[in-house]
């Protein structure tokens, strides 16, 4: 494992007190709420605090949002567009505080946080050139063309609840947002509490931007009082996190009838062709699991590699594993940062050490890096990996992923279907009209072919989202944006039609002459 020189290498911003208490100062709570300590999982230093909110705090941000939205409503699609193309900007313009902010709550490599100045980017472009086309009301057809006219407008929920994790303090808080607010909602965000002030100088931007002042509310504190008081007053709810945490809202919301989308968990398999340019999979596959520290809901924790190529496959896969940098540097020089938290490093711990005990293989990593920093962890790869291994079915949420070798494809599709979840699944091949075959048998939302994860969750175009216990609805896409609003039909009946009513007073007249009109109508679709 080569491990680079772990002290700070450049002079960057960086949020003192003064500027996170002004950043703190943006939290919907009312005055003399008790105070959670925000501490940097990157220098362990104390980054600022932030209040613990209540239900009335959340009842208050409601009231404030929905007096906003009624005029933001009323503003044109295009207008609400260039709100976020200035966005887009600032965020590209703001960057360094950004990356230095995301990286200290998070503890992410730059190289990753950067993926998420990226992904907010050209989201914010993509939702506001889609917003105007597809928010415009269209016509319909309908049953009688000249009688009857119709338009499907789209109608903006009210107020949408975002509950976010910690995993992406950029992209999970804010993306869904910016499709919220686009297609002219308020937002009452709760972002995690471990990662707050990234989503609050994200949405500062998007205020100077131009984005009407209390339209986005923000409240800090525990999801059981928070989230849940959200949950209860929102008119749309969008919820990042586990499948234990997306099961337990999905009942308590399902009761108030108004929708619901979850992203949840994962545990992502990786199919490796025998045909395969080694070349290209190998760093393909080490990105895929070790992104973001492996604390990525897209990023792969199984491999299944075809017999003949697997012991070459795991031991150049080792090999680039173990060239990884580890660091906690703000600067472009690490590929993999420390764990987000203790109850992570807890996790991967626990799984290798469950593993290794009832007879896995462990091929390279496995340890604690406290040297480095408290929550360290060294990019892990394991194999002769068994049912009875708690990572063998649970999600790890961490740099460890166990190879598998395969015989057949058709047991290598077997076996990465064999998991609760239906996230993300990969297909690196030589032969891609063969990979795109097999891409077609994975029951996840998305699957790439010759990448891990990027390229699926990139093609911002397209929905994106989990079959089974990884969630229900979709981002992304016009999906992403529609499922905000209300769909509304509004049918004008034509004077004429009233005529032909006034002109068949009889039921017998009327039915023989709506008979003649119908079979007149060849052309519309039966
Ligand atoms: P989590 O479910 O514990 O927490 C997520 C958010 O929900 C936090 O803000 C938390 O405070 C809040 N919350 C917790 N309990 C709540 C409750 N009862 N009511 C309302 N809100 C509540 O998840 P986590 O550990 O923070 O995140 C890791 C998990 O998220 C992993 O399973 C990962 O796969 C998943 N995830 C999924 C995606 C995706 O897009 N599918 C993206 C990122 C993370």
């Known amino acids: 494992m080569t491990v680079t020189d772990h002290r700070p290498t450049t002079t960057t911003w960086r949020p003192g007190p003064v500027e996170t208490a002004r950043l703190a100062a943006r939290i919907h709570v009312a005055d003399g709420r008790e105070l959670k300590t925000v501490t940097s999982p990157l220098t362990g230093e104390e980054i600022g605090e932030v209040p613990i909110g209540t239900a009335e705090d959340v009842a208050a941000a409601m009231a404030e949002a929905r007096r906003v939205q009624a005029r933001w409503a009323a503003t044109s699609v295009k207008d609400r567009a260039k709100v976020l193309l200035r966005y887009h900007d600032l965020v590209l313009e703001h960057q360094d505080d950004l990356l230095d902010l995301i990286q200290l709550e998070n503890g992410k490599a730059r190289v990753w946080a950067f993926e998420e100045i990226m992904d907010q980017a050209v989201t914010a472009r993509y939702y506001a050139r889609l917003a105007p086309r597809a ?14 006219s119709a338009t499907e407008h789209h109608v903006p929920k009210g107020v949408v609840g975002i509950i976010s994790p910690w995993n992406y303090p950029l992209v999970l808080a804010v993306s869904d947002a910016l499709a919220a607010l686009v297609a002219g909602n308020a937002v009452v965000i709760k972002p995690d509490s471990q990662t707050p002030f990234t989503a609050i100088r994200a949405f500062e931007l998007l205020e100077q931007a131009g984005l009407p002042k209390g339209l986005v509310q923000i409240v800090t504190g525990p999801g059981t009082q928070v989230g ?64 973001n520290t492996g604390q990525l809901c897209i990023s792969i924790e ?10 070459t496959f795991t031991k150049r896969f080792a090999e680039a594993t173990e060239a990884l940098r580890l660091g906690n540097e703000q600067a472009y020089t690490a590929d993999v940062g420390p764990m987000a938290s203790k109850a992570q490093l807890d996790k991967i711990t626990a799984h290798v050490a469950d593993a290794v005990d009832k007879g896995a293989r462990l091929v390279t990593g496995g340890k604690a890096r406290p040297d480095l920093g408290p929550f ?61 075959r097999i ?11 010759n990448d891990g994860y990027a390229s699926g969750w990139g093609t911002l175009d397209a929905p994106m989202g989990g079959m089974k216990a990884s969630g229900m609805g979709r981002r992304h896409g016009r999906d992403g944006l529609l499922k905000y609003t209300e769909s509304q039909t509004i049918a004008v009946r034509s004077a004429a039609a009233q005529k032909l009513q006034d002109a068949t007073a009889d039921p017998e007249g009327f039915a023989a002459r709506f008979t003649k009109l119908l079979k007149a109508a060849k052309h519309l679709p039966r």
């Open 135 to 148: 928010l415009k009301p269209h016509r319909r057809l309908t049953a009688l063309p000249g009688l009857v």
């Open 228 to 291: 849940s008081a959200i949950i209860d007053a929102a008119d749309y709810l969008m919820f990042t996190g586990s499948t234990e945490t997306g099961r337990s809202i999905g009942s308590q919301i399902g009761g108030r009838l108004v929708g619901y989308s979850a992203e949840l968990g994962g545990k992502n398999a990786m199919i490796v062709t025998a045909d395969a340019d080694l070349d290209r999979a190998v760093p393909s596959a080490v990105s895929g699991c070790f992104a």
């Open 302 to 311: 199984r491999i299944y590699v075809d017999a003949a190529i697997e012991p």
């Open 376 to 436: 360290f962890h060294e990019p892990t790869v394991v194999t002769e990996v068994t049912p009875d291994m708690a990572l063998y079915r649970e999600e790890t949420f961490g740099p460890l992923v166990a190879i598998y070798p395969y015989a057949s494809v058709d047991e290598a599709v077997r076996e990465a279907n064999d998991t609760e979840y239906g996230l993300n699944s990969s297909v690196l091949c030589g032969d891609v009209k063969a990979g795109a």
């Open 439 to 449: 891409a077609e048998q994975l029951m996840s939302g998305t699957v790439n072919v």
